[in-house]
């Protein structure tokens, strides 16, 4: 499902360390809500096998996402794979961000700083990671949006159901959510029932109701 940067997901659901059946049940509960991008991480052995797989299945009914990709090499691996997205807790090289374009895959490196900002989206970046998003607050979303503008950045780390709103109203044009969206257990448990409570709630959250 390839996106362009107009049509990316407001919100991004990370799923990290779950194995492929359990992902497979949190997408497939995701297909009826407005969260259209999964992020997958890299810290599994089997982390390559489960988002081909899940791009096969569901490729074309949502975004699937690489997340932790830290080296070329794994870049050019997700790419090869299918996925639609990549993320990063660190900046990409020029040379990373250009496979990305390259290929038609979105480019969401991370930073911390404003000079990181700043050389990420210089270097080509589609869209900056602030991580750990949770340290700085909301209130630096607007406060890099006084010499910067309005630029496409995602919050990540410490962003919930309960400060979405806030973040989405202080300039994090996007926000990647892992354990903020769904509990764990749930996961684990593949609970549907519970997945979608959790996901109506945060739903709910995000329009300020």
């Known amino acids: 499902m390839k996106k362009n940067l107009a049509e990316f997901s407001p919100v991004t659901a990370i799923l990290r360390g779950y194995d492929y059946e359990q992902v497979k049940t949190v997408v497939e509960v995701l297909l009826d809500s407005q969260i259209r991008a999964v992020e997958i991480t890299l810290n599994r052995e089997d982390s390559m096998q489960i988002i081909r797989k899940i791009v096969e299945v569901y490729g074309d009914s949502i975004a699937i996402g690489a997340g932790t990709v830290l080296k070329k090499q794994e870049l050019e691996q997700v790419i090869e794979i299918g996925a639609d997205f990549v993320l990063s807790p660190i900046m990409f090289s020029p040379a990373m961000l250009d496979l990305c374009k390259q290929h038609a895959v979105i480019s969401i490196p991370g930073a911390y ?21 949770r340290g700085l607050g909301t209130k630096y979303f607007q406060d890099i949006a006084a010499p910067f503008g309005e630029l496409p950045l995602m919050a990540v780390g410490g962003v919930n159901a309960e400060n979405v709103a806030q973040y989405r109203k202080a300039g994090a044009k996007y926000v990647g959510i892992a354990s903020g969206i769904f509990q764990p257990q749930d996961i684990r448990r593949q609970d549907k029932v519970g997945l979608e409570k959790s996901l109506a709630y945060f739903e709910s959250r995000v329009k300020g109701d």
Do not use: H, L, M
């Open 113 to 133: 700083s404003p000079t990181e900002i700043y050389q990420s989206f210089q270097d080509g970046a589609d869209i900056v990671k602030v991580f750990p998003a």
